[in-house]
T-cell receptor
Framework: ETGVTQTPRHLVMGMTNKKSLKCEQHLGHNAMYWYKQSAKKPLELMFV???????ENNSVPSRFSPECPNSSHLFLHLHTLQPEDSALYLC????????????FGPGTRLTVT | AQTVTQSQPEMSVQEAETVTLSCTYDTSENNYYLFWYKQPPSRQMILVIR??????QNATENRFSVNFQKAAKSFSLKISDSQLGDTAMYFC??????????????FGKGTHLIIQP
């Protein structure tokens, strides 16, 4: 059983829609991450949050807007996406400062039409 | 910036055989971690094994072991007595050891491993 959950598991949206992906971790971790997994490219780090503060933005377009209200929840707000944004979006968490293992959620399969 | 290269897009072996997956990386960092993650058809990423760069001893987890060659920047995964459940995508990943402890992973493109019955 994974300690990191993601909702929804599947999402289809039009280019003019606004939607949000949600990630929740039940592991008591302090750091959370968003990754993008496309068919033709390696997994790409998008954002890193440590103790609710964003510590890394990997040159992600502004149509992706992350939010981390507390150490257990992470959101990815989506607006005016492009078809090439269709991918599997993976959330992960880890304990910062003492550990380095990242635990992944099952992902959200996003299709932009 | 770091790069991770997995040169074997796909491998296929018979059940119970031993298989080795290759990974090379490039970095100017001296302190870092290396990982192998497994992603079965369910898409759930599962940590298989990790290696701290400062440790010379190769990591081992049951049937999984690594051959870590720091000077050559090579980090291969050996799976012994392979099982049908080992069928999955395997990703090699790099993480620099930062002070705050919250650093992202840099992944290779993956190797699709198929275990044949």
């Amino acid at each position: 059983e994974t300690g990191v959950t993601q909702t929804p598991r599947h999402l289809v949206m039009g280019m003019t829609n606004k939607k949000s992906l949600k990630c929740e971790q039940h592991l008591g971790h302090n750091a959370m991450y968003w990754y993008k997994q496309s068919a033709k490219k390696p997994l790409e780090l998008m954002f890193v949050y440590n103790f609710k503060e964003q510590t890394e933005n990997n040159s992600v377009p502004s149509r992706f807007s992350p939010e981390c209200p507390n150490s257990s929840h992470l959101f990815l707000h989506l607006h005016t996406l492009q078809p090439e944004d269709s991918a599997l979006y993976l959330c992960a968490s880890s304990r910062s400062g003492t550990s380095y293992e990242q635990y992944f959620g099952p992902g959200t399969r996003l299709t932009v039409t | 910036a770091q790069t991770v290269t997995q040169s074997q897009p796909e491998m296929s072996v018979q059940e119970a055989e031993t298989v080795t997956l290759s990974c090379t990386y490039d970095t100017s960092e001296n302190n870092y971690y290396l990982f192998w993650y497994k992603q079965p058809p369910s898409r759930q990423m599962i940590l298989v094994i990790r290696q701290e760069a400062y440790k010379q001893q190769n990591a081992t987890e049951n049937r999984f072991s690594v051959n870590f060659q720091k000077a050559a920047k090579s980090f291969s995964l050996k799976i012994s007595d392979s099982q049908l459940g080992d069928t999955a995508m395997y990703f090699c990943a790099f993480m620099k050891r930062g002070g705050g402890g919250a650093d992202g992973l840099t992944f290779g493109k993956g190797t699709h491993l198929i275990i044949q019955p």
